[in-house]
């Protein structure tokens, strides 16, 4: 008998990791460091529960995508949460009425501990976006843009000379 190799070609590296943790549901996406990506999965969050319950369904996502993707955690070099709610500069969610249940949940912190992805970011999403599209999208080969974000929130950020510049408390 034949055997068939688990992969056809090396793991690229280094691979990026984005969770995207909204009201409703959890988004993942698995991507070389050039933009391109290798899965994306998108799940609802429970409806009870609350912030633990929520964030325990986004690990399991975010462990789907990477068993799709045949990874572990030590082959994923940075990992970056878009939260859709304020934040504070350390990944802590911010008392907020949309965030009610998750006041002082540190997101970096728990993601580490999760997954054991030592290097991660977490902003609103809104940033994430923006910064998304600065490095690997539309706005790359930009130094001034305004990214805005139509939901149910108005929110933006702009790009100048190249710097992302967001206001007060990152709105």
Partial sequence: TSQIPYLTSP????MLLGLEIGTQEVAVIIARADGGAEVALRA????????????????????????QSHLTTQQIQSAGVAFFAPLDENGVVRKDARSAGWDAFD????????LGIENV????????????????????????ALFVSLGLDVEGAALVSGVLLRGANDA
């Fill in 44 to 67: 609802p969050l429970p409806r009870v529960g609350g912030a633990n319950a929520s964030w325990l369904a986004a690990m399991d996502v975010a462990r789907q995508a990477m068993l």
């Fill in 107 to 114: 997101l970096r912190r728990a993601l580490r501990e999760h």
């Fill in 121 to 144: 970011r977490a902003q609103t999403r809104v940033i994430c976006g923006a910064m998304a599209e600065s490095k690997l999208g539309a706005l790359r080969e930009t130094p001034n």
């Fill in 11 to 14: 793991i690229p590296y280094p």
